[in-house]
């Protein structure tokens, strides 16, 4: 097939006709949004703002709330202009941005993730010895890691994708994918896959091999040190654990309705499964380490019930 033209805008053809019903889900989408929002910014300022939180465990969670911030902005946004109109289209421009804030997330959602497992490690294992391991000029570096490679990795994708010669406009989803616009490419898509391949390969492998060694490192510690050490480790890496298995389901819903035919699937449940990955890691993370971590729960308390806030 090589009769290509220039793609101007793509329909998003997952949407269902709600009728008045759209309203309702306006406010429903909005309200997550501003929940979100006003979460995320409140444990930004707080860890931003409170000097004993200026520690590395917390500059990686603030950088884990930004990026969550940003992933669902460039998602619910687009969702509630998009709920509204009687034509769901977007430009390409757009849709191409819309594809790097939403990859780019994801990528720096789990390589945060990774490095937050790595300091845990550290503050486990090595306890006496954490403050020489973690200085300031490499929690620098981590952070510089954590969002660097994963963004620059995700502008080559969207590059490589926005070259290929289109022989089509729908998208089967509710958002822009990049799977979805390579697949209606009439020319060569070989670059693309092996890119996308080794791309999914260094950003999946890299940071679970590091998420697979300081478990299993925690796990050795624990099971050898004393009920105190055990305490201190399971307190610290549930909220972690936690984010890391939720993480990891909603990119697993992603990928499954991304490289497999779900035609059968009812639509409602096809649009649950790919708004998971985007939204429940935006709205469980912030409510789940304000009530788990005793020292952000605890300045949190102070600030809104307007005590006197020491910084």
């Given at each position: 097939?090589?009769?290509s033209t220039h793609i101007s805008c793509?329909?998003?053809?997952?949407?269902?006709?709600?009728?008045?019903?759209?309203?309702?889900?306006?406010?429903?989408?909005?309200?997550?949004?501003?929940?979100?929002?006003?979460?995320?910014?409140?444990?930004?300022?707080?860890?931003?703002?409170?000097?004993?939180?200026?520690?590395?465990?917390?500059?990686?969670?603030?950088?884990?709330?930004?990026?969550?911030?940003?992933?669902?902005?460039?998602?619910?946004?687009?969702?509630?202009?998009?709920?509204?109109?009687?034509?769901?289209?977007?430009?390409?421009?757009?849709?191409?941005?819309?594809?790097?804030?939403?990859?780019?997330?994801?990528?720096?959602?789990?390589?945060?993730?990774?490095?937050?497992?790595?300091?845990?490690?550290?503050?486990?294992?090595?306890?006496?010895?954490?403050?020489?391991?973690?200085?300031?000029?490499?929690?620098?570096?981590?952070?510089?890691?954590?969002?660097?490679?994963?963004?620059?990795?995700?502008?080559?994708?969207?590059?490589?994708?926005?070259?290929?010669?289109?022989?089509?406009?729908?998208?089967?989803?509710?958002?822009?994918?990049?799977?979805?616009?390579?697949?209606?490419?009439?020319?060569?898509?070989?670059?693309?896959?092996?890119?996308?391949?080794?791309?999914?390969?260094?950003?999946?492998?890299?940071?679970?091999?590091?998420?697979?060694?300081?478990?299993?490192?925690?796990?050795?510690?624990?099971?050898?040190?004393?009920?105190?050490?055990?305490?201190?480790?399971?307190?610290?890496?549930?909220?972690?654990?936690?984010?890391?298995?939720?993480?990891?389901?909603?990119?697993?819903?992603?990928?499954?309705?991304?490289?497999?035919?779900?035609?059968?699937?009812?639509?409602?449940?096809?649009?649950?499964?790919?708004?998971?990955?985007?939204?429940?890691?935006?709205?469980?993370?912030?409510?789940?380490?304000?009530?788990?971590?005793?020292?952000?729960?605890?300045?949190?308390?102070?600030?809104?019930?307007?005590?006197?806030?020491?910084?």
């Amino acid at each position: 097939m090589n009769n290509s033209t220039h793609i101007s805008c793509f329909t998003l053809n997952a949407y269902i006709e709600i009728g008045i019903l759209k309203y309702l889900y306006f406010m429903i989408t909005l309200s997550l949004y501003m929940f979100i929002v006003c979460c995320s910014l409140l444990l930004i300022v707080v860890i931003c703002m409170n000097r004993s939180l200026h520690a590395p465990m917390y500059i990686f969670l603030c950088s884990l709330f930004l990026n969550e911030l940003f992933g669902s902005t460039a998602l619910f946004m687009f969702l509630l202009i998009q709920i509204l109109s009687d034509i769901h289209t977007i430009s390409a421009p757009f849709c191409f941005l819309q594809i790097f804030c939403m990859y780019s997330y994801g990528s720096v959602e789990f390589t945060n993730l990774a490095i937050m497992s790595y300091d845990r490690y550290l503050a486990i294992c090595y306890p006496l010895q954490y403050n020489t391991h973690m200085t300031s000029t490499k929690v620098t570096l981590l952070i510089a890691v954590i969002w660097l490679p994963p963004v620059f990795g995700v502008f080559v994708t969207i590059c490589l994708t926005a070259s290929l010669q289109l022989c089509g406009n729908i998208i089967n989803q509710v958002y822009c994918d990049n799977y979805s616009i390579i697949k209606l490419a009439c020319s060569d898509t070989s670059v693309n896959n092996i890119y996308e391949l080794i791309a999914a390969f260094l950003t999946m492998c890299a940071p679970l091999s590091v998420i697979l060694y300081t478990y299993m490192r925690i796990l050795q510690v624990c099971f050898s040190g004393s009920k105190q050490r055990r305490q201190k480790a399971v307190s610290t890496c549930t909220p972690h654990l936690t984010s890391l298995l939720n993480f990891s389901f909603g990119a697993f819903f992603v990928i499954l309705q991304s490289r497999f035919d779900i035609t059968n699937v009812p639509n409602m449940l096809q649009i649950f499964l790919s708004l998971y990955f985007f939204t429940c890691q935006p709205l469980l993370n912030p409510v789940m380490y304000g009530l788990k971590m005793s020292k952000i729960r605890a300045v949190c308390k102070t600030l809104l019930l307007g005590s006197n806030w020491k910084c």
